[in-house]
């Protein structure tokens, strides 16, 4: 969603390394650069006026003036006034004293709130929570099943007393689910309600009956992150008419502009609380302003990339892993071992979202998003085409089993051959970082060398000097050859001097006196 604005302003950004100082020209340069990027993502134009005003005031101040690295600096000011546009920080969900908590959804119609009912469902179910989901959205066609439907895929628990389409009265449907959630042990509610395609005041009026009779500990407002300007007039207007405590972004993923998410906080003084950024349930989490400031100046999300890694991964496993790696150079570590790690990253997410969130990536992001998620599929299938004996020593692997298990998987022979290498070549890249040895063809570097094997390669090899195969030209050589040698034993100065000078008689030219002392 925020590609468009990333790229330019990386392109800006760019503009400014390099220099040594910033005048008031180029700051006013770049600073125009950055309010043409932002009305072109659709940020709201009061917005837009605040953000450039504080970036031209710290922009001129000292903290620039007197940095080493100006460009870094003006970078890390527009990251501090994007988190500080983006809500400052992490707003948590409020719980209860005594449960259950309440938690109210509101927003127009379509803007996803049904969906994101089972999201947030699944999240909190996640955190140790058992939520129930409450079917008070009885006027659009089929939403109670369609709540119904999410709640089972979610394995959380609904109450939908009322048919819906049409029928049934939505204000006692939420009144009735506290007494029922406390009678079953649910210690979160969330109320799915109603929207319309605009704003009305039979919408509002039933919002604000279904808050007065189950008094929410929290209203999130849904709103859609890729209608624009209106999502900022649309807030507005809910929170004058019923109120809300944060904001939640749907369709995050898409390939709007997104100046909804950059000027909705700012313009309603309320925080975005969670952002929804797939169409699966779990393509859900908590809005963390920092980190969507990083992702959007192409610095990457490593946290959250922990994050998601800690919940797919067990440490005892990983410990496992590592292991099997450290000993015998890797030989432990098997193409079972290798299906299940890869196994474990595809339920971490899209593999083109989980490179997205590393820094750097943004400058190769048209290769990302080109990555066939099928590969995987494919490579999997490969592997269990294998027999046990095959996975446990690929080294057995000749040309008519890759014929078998390319038959097996549906693929050439050529993958099955290319799969196999690139396991061994893992493998190996894998064993010297997991013993300490760091990536290879990295030496020079603490922690990143080749290892010594390399080290020794590379010594031989850069060993002696190539004879020449000419006989006349390699007598010369020869030659030349001892005659350095004579000299050497004559006794050649220290420092490369010539034999007999002395370094003390050396003379330096005039300007490097003043550094002698």
Not at 102 to 110: D, H, P, T, W
């Amino acid at each position: 969603m925020f590609d468009t604005l990333s790229d330019r302003l990386a392109a800006t950004f760019k503009n400014l390394r390099g220099k040594g100082r910033l005048s008031e020209a180029d700051i006013d340069a770049t600073a125009r650069e950055i309010r043409i990027a932002l009305l072109e993502a659709d940020v709201a134009l009061p917005v837009v006026r605040a953000f450039i005003k504080q970036i031209k005031e710290r922009a001129l101040g000292s903290e620039v003036s007197g940095a080493l690295n100006p460009a870094q600096q003006v970078i890390k000011i527009v990251n501090e006034e994007l988190i500080g546009i983006l809500g400052g920080e992490t707003r948590r969900l409020r719980f209860a004293k005594n449960p259950p908590t309440v938690i109210m959804l509101a927003g127009l119609q379509g803007a996803g709130k049904t969906t994101l009912a089972g999201k947030l469902g699944l999240w909190l179910k996640g955190q140790g929570h058992a939520p129930l989901l409450v079917a008070c959205d009885l006027q659009r066609p089929n939403a109670v099943n369609q709540l119904s439907v999410v709640a089972d895929r979610a394995g959380v628990g609904i109450y939908a007393p009322e048919p819906g389409n049409g029928v049934g009265d939505p204000v006692q449907v939420a009144k009735d689910s506290i007494e029922y959630a406390k009678a079953k042990q649910h210690d979160v509610v969330i109320v799915d309600t109603a929207g319309r395609l605009g704003i009305d005041q039979e919408l509002m009026r039933q919002a604000a009956d279904i808050r007065d009779a189950v008094s929410p500990d929290e209203v999130l407002f849904v709103v859609d992150a890729m209608i624009g300007q209106d999502a900022v007039n649309t807030a507005e207007a809910f929170r004058d008419g019923v109120g809300f405590d944060g904001v939640v972004l749907s369709k995050l993923d898409g390939d709007a502009r997104g100046g909804a998410a950059l000027s909705i906080a700012h313009v309603t003084g309320k925080n975005i609380m969670f952002a929804s950024n797939g169409e699966k349930l779990d393509e859900f989490d908590a809005f963390h302003p920092d980190r969507m400031a990083s992702r959007i100046l192409g610095m990457g999300d490593v946290l959250s990339l922990i994050e998601k890694a800690e919940q797919t991964f067990s440490q005892e496993e990983a410990a496992k892993m590592a292991s099997k790696l450290a000993s015998s150079k890797g030989k432990d570590f098997t193409l079972d071992d290798f299906l299940a790690q890869m196994e474990q990253v595809r339920k971490m997410g899209s593999i083109s979202k989980l490179l997205g969130l590393l820094p750097g990536m943004a400058q190769i992001k048209d290769q990302i998003n080109n990555i066939d998620e099928r590969d995987v599929d494919r490579t999997a299938a490969i592997i269990k085409s294998m027999t046990p004996g095959e996975r446990q020593d690929p080294t057995i692997i000749n040309g008519s089993r890759r014929a078998r298990i390319a038959r097996g998987s549906g693929v050439d022979v050529s993958m099955v051959k290319s799969l196999v290498e690139r396991f061994f070549e893992a493998r190996k890249m894998m064993s010297r970082m997991a013993s300490g040895g760091g990536m290879p063809g990295m030496p020079g570097i603490p922690g990143m060398g080749g290892g010594p094997g390399r080290q020794k390669k590379q010594q031989k090899q850069a060993k002696g000097k190539r004879k020449s195969g000419n006989p006349m030209k390699r007598k010369a050589d020869e030659a030349a050859e001892q005659a350095r040698r004579e000299q050497a034993q004559q006794g050649g100065g220290a420092f490369g001097l010539p034999a007999g000078q002395d370094a003390k008689d050396f003379q330096l030219p005039d300007e490097f006196k003043k550094f002698m002392g």
